[in-house]
């Protein structure tokens, strides 16, 4: 009898795999034999996939009360540091929706998609302008795709002026996993740049890092940097790394702290990626493609990968599909068109001056959280902060209190946790974007949270912590068994 009642509660469904329904095997379209088949390819017949057999209404519940369980930003605050998760307006997903723009095709004559050219070559000339880095690709398909793309023109720039000898880029300790991975890919090797426990970029670390500067091909850099910092002395570094003939390359995915604010142009670098999925609203995560366009130098955009659109003397545009210097494609036909139609809707939307705003209240808000947080947590590394701030679990682990227990936690109070035990030099690290499109409400319910946490813990009730979540529908999952032997077949 009980068995039959089910675990089921209200809305919290426990939902079975496709092949556990009882009634699996039950046809679900009723097909008529073919009365005659005839193999004329030749190979072997397939009697059936495997797939479990169901009727429509439950293949439907099956998937919407799975689609229940998904957290994303549309359901609540989601302050995970270094990805930007803001708000997707609406509006972006209504013009990326127009025919005139979702229902044309890449191989369709140029004459036919001058607006949607236009569009692109429009975005080109805006990336360009927010960084000061005129020449633009849009072609990469995320951040560290083109972080791959831009390193790749570095390459091709060095390798065109015969600098074979330079074999070194430097990366900060504190640097993105993706920035080392991206220059081994391109055949560089890494030398480290050692922040010495500061957070910050010094022109004395860099110097011990550049050596000579003879085989230093570059430098990446995020700035602001993962701590949530700007690199105070990034003028003088960048200097040093010019006079020795490197390239400095920027991450750009921290570009929310300075977008319509300043230029990163203006503060020496060379080539940037930029992810529209996080500064320009794109959906990302589980909703939807990224895009990584990279913005670089005059000097530099002979090398940009191809095709690129460009605007001719008649005013009609057209699209440059050869270019002997170019690196070549990065990605089929032109990239992710449908997130540079939402990309360039948020960008004319906000304006220059709604721009500035973005920046200015992303980096508000991380400090407002900083400002309220920080006699309960330990700061690693001394404010103010940009767009995200940086905790770690040093006062709460002595009472045995780790951060994956605070995460744990913020899961019970329904907020998805802030990006954990990253950068990896601040030991137990708790960082935390809450961005511009947050309400105070809600960030001051994070706070509020996060304070009575740090209170528990001051008074030794920390049970708790190792048991949370106890209302999600699942408690803690072994990740890393999970991960390290992932169950990807099916067997009753
Ligand atoms: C997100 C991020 C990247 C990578 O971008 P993807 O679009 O996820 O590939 C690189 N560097 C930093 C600092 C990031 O936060």
Redesign the pocket.
Known sequence: MMDAIGSQRALNYDVKLLWEYPQADAPAVDFEEPSSFKNRTGQSVRETIGLAQLKEPTVVRHFVRLSTKNYGIDNGFFPLG??TMKHNPRLNEKTARMAGFAHIHPEQPVETVQGALALMYDLQKTLGEVTGLPAVSLAPA????G?LAGMMVIRRAHEAAGNTHKTVVLCPDSA?G??PATAVTCGYTVRTIDTKGTGRLTVEAFKEALGDGKDVAGMMV?NPN?CGLFEREILEIVDLLHKAGGYFYC?G??FNALVGSIRPGDFGVDVMHL?L??TFSTPHGGGGP?C?PICVTNELAAFLPVPHVVKQDDETYALERHRDTSLGRMKGFHGQFGMVVRAMTYILSHGADGLKQVSQDAVLSANYILSQLKSLYHVPYEGPCMHECLLTDKRQKEKGVTTLDIAKGLVEYGIHPMTVYFPLTASGAMLIEPTETESKEEIDRFIAIMKMFAQKVEAGDTDIFHEWPVSAPRRRLDEVKAAREPKLKYAK
């Open positions: 270094s990805c995320a951040g560290a795709h972080e993105h993706t920035n995020t993962t991450d995915a921290n992810n999925h996080k990224g990584g």
